[in-house]
């Protein structure tokens, strides 16, 4: 298992450095997934093909969800991407009581310098449930967001939002506005990917280079840090495959809470769903418990080094978008008015907030509509905004709405 997240570890690292000098940024935003999916092939590819990630993100960028998310899972089926051959498949969740996530997550944040969220780079309800408790953090004492997706970020501290060169992953709407959150709220924004030579040893410097930007300055500051799949395991068993939340741990001496996001979360192909997954019922993210040992739910077992493990309901949809788009009211329903729109089908949506400005900036949200009978509507917050729709083509119309 260590050796496959160090693996997966540069790889990725290797994937985000390439898409960003593919120009992926200037591709982003101008093409419907009729034109994205072509570049997705039928054939299970290698899994170190970086070239995949492009078309995969780049329908997260535009809201179709469960359509990346489905062929990430077609194209990602090899063991380095499954969990469940190392699952205790016989688990018995009668044993176990589920308690609120959200409020067993904040009561350990009283008690911890640092928060480690992980995620799944082509999960955007990842990065929508820790937007959620971005403000309970603040009120708790945390000021810093130190985001592994992020290549610079002096000007996302500057701006108070993030643009489309400022990291690969940042460009899904979902990142953006955890970003945009979290700057609103007064946090200080965090780049500590390693870069260049230190990829050689990327999991020991992006520890380090959390430790030299917050904590050598700030020694009693509280930090979240949002890192990608197995970045966040504690396990210090085997010293040379130590990865970066266990480095931090070590550079530190503050004894992280981590948490795990990829795993209990459910699938389109259900195939992919971990093999627990159909026993468990809860309408909102829940942490598992045994009720004799009231130890935390692993999956892993013993391999696991994370301290607890969220579950996140099954994915329902609401107005033809994701349920948990709407959950905690961040966001409410904006219904598009199609009698307006005059371009041919299929079209892109794109809500850009009014008051950002320059180039490369990232939709608030974006969604795909596929004829006049598409009722997927944007997922907005109150405010002003300008949208702009535009079809394969390159025809554009852009209309600014004020939202209430």
């Given at each position: ?8 570890s540069?790889?990725?690292?290797f994937?985000?450095l390439?898409?960003i000098?593919?120009?992926?940024e200037?591709k ?12 997705i092939?039928?054939?299970q590819?290698r ?10 993100c780049?329908l ?6 469960s359509?990346s998310v ?16 190392s699952?205790?498949h016989?688990?018995d969740?009668?044993n176990?009581?589920a308690?609120s996530?959200?409020d067993y ?9 640092i928060?480690?969220?992980n ?5 955007s309800?990842n ?6 408790l971005l403000k309970?953090f603040?009120e ?6 130190a985001?592994e ?12 939002y993030?643009?489309?060169t ?6 899904d709407?979902?990142f953006?506005?955890?970003v945009r959150e979290?700057?609103s709220?007064?946090?200080?924004i965090?780049?500590?990917?390693a870069?260049g030579q ?8 992006q520890?380090?280079?959390i430790?030299?930007q ?21 396990s210090e ?6 990865m970066?939340?266990?480095r931090l741990?070590?550079?530190?001496g503050i ?10 979360i459910?699938?389109?192909?259900h ?6 997954y159909?026993s468990i019922?809860s309408?909102?993210?829940?942490i ?7 130890a935390p739910?692993i999956?892993?077992g013993?391999?696991s ?10 994915i ?20 598009i008015?199609?009698?307006k729109i ?13 008051d ?8 608030f949200d974006c ?5 006049k009978k598409?009722h ?6 109150p405010g002003?905004?300008k949208?702009?729709?535009r079809?394969d083509?390159?025809q554009?119309?852009i209309?600014?709405?004020s939202?209430?």
């Amino acid at each position: 298992m260590k050796n496959r997240a160090l693996f997966f570890s540069v790889v990725i690292a290797f994937i985000q450095l390439n898409c960003i000098a593919q120009g992926f940024e200037r591709k982003v935003y101008t093409r419907t997934s009729k034109e994205i999916l072509k570049e997705i092939p039928v054939k299970q590819p290698r899994y170190t093909d970086h070239q995949l990630f492009n078309p995969i993100c780049e329908l997260l960028c535009i809201g179709e969800y469960s359509v990346s998310v489905y062929h990430y899972d077609k194209i990602n089926s090899n063991p380095l991407f499954s969990f469940t051959d190392s699952v205790e498949h016989s688990t018995d969740m009668i044993n176990y009581k589920a308690i609120s996530a959200k409020d067993y997550i904040l009561e350990q944040a009283k008690n911890t310098q640092i928060i480690i969220f992980n995620e799944n780079h082509n999960q955007s309800l990842n990065r929508f449930y820790v937007h959620t408790l971005l403000k309970s953090f603040y009120e708790l004492g945390f000021r810093y967001l130190a985001l592994e997706a992020l290549f610079t970020d002096s000007v996302v501290n500057k701006n108070k939002y993030p643009l489309l060169t400022d990291g690969f992953y940042i460009s899904d709407p979902q990142f953006a506005n955890m970003v945009r959150e979290a700057c609103s709220l007064g946090f200080r924004i965090v780049k500590y990917e390693a870069l260049g030579q230190q990829l050689k040893n990327r999991e020991y410097f992006q520890a380090l280079n959390i430790k030299q930007q917050i904590f050598e300055n700030d020694p009693n500051a509280k930090a979240i840090i949002y890192c990608g799949y197995g970045h966040g395991d504690e396990s210090e068993v085997d010293t040379a495959k130590m990865m970066m939340a266990a480095r931090l741990k070590r550079l530190t001496g503050i004894n992280p809470f981590t948490i795990e996001q990829q795993f209990l979360i459910n699938h389109p192909d259900h195939n992919y769903d971990p093999s627990i997954y159909g026993s468990i019922r809860s309408n909102y993210p829940v942490i598992f418990f045994n009720k004799a040992t009231k130890a935390p739910f692993i999956p892993f077992g013993s391999h696991s080094s994370y301290d607890v493990y969220v579950y996140q309901p099954a994915i329902d949809y609401k107005i033809d978008r994701p349920i948990w788009l709407f959950n905690e009211n961040i966001y409410k329903p904006f219904e598009i008015e199609k009698q307006k729109i005059t371009i041919a089908y299929p079209v892109l949506v794109m809500a850009y907030v009014a008051d950002e400005e320059g180039n490369f900036l990232i939709p608030f949200d974006c969604v795909e509509l596929k004829s006049k009978k598409d009722h997927k509507c944007l997922a907005l917050k109150p405010g002003n905004y300008k949208l702009v729709i535009r079809n394969d083509n390159n025809q554009e119309q852009i209309f600014d709405i004020s939202f209430k």
